[in-house]
């Protein structure tokens, strides 16, 4: 099994910054495909940005140009740095990966996710 890990949630002001973090560990894995989600009190779950193993990006149309995407495969950690931070941004923030794990000479792909981050900016 693998386990998903997010770090770097907390209270900041409107037009502030954050960095969160996901560190993806266990005894052997393959992490294809991360991304993080968010989910405001009362709302759906949302998708805020992906990253393939290669690098390729893709984000939500309410955090293009003010969140960046990243990751480190030597680590198997991923980033979201949160520029221009708004109180609609305030939200549980969770780390998915898509991983795979050795199973009788197979490595069948799972998705996982992390425990979730709080993130809440307000003034």
């Known amino acids: 099994q693998v386990q998903l890990v997010e770090s770097g949630g907390g209270l900041v002001q409107p037009g502030g910054s954050l960095r969160l973090s996901c560190a993806v560990s266990?005894?052997?894995?393959?992490?294809?495909?991360m991304a993080w989600y968010r989910q405001a009190p009362g709302k759906q779950r949302e998708k805020v940005a992906g990253?393939?193993?290669?690098?390729?990006?893709n984000y939500a149309d309410s955090v293009l140009g003010r969140f960046t995407i990243s990751r480190d495969n030597a680590k198997n950690t991923a980033s979201l740095q949160m520029n221009s931070l708004k109180p609609e941004d305030t939200a549980v923030y969770y780390c998915n990966a898509d991983v795979r794990i050795p199973n009788g000479g197979r490595w069948p792909l799972g998705n996982y996710w992390g425990q979730g981050t709080q993130v809440t900016v307000s003034s």
């Open positions: 266990g005894n052997r894995f393959s992490v294809n495909a």
């Open positions: 990253i393939t193993n290669d690098g390729n990006t």
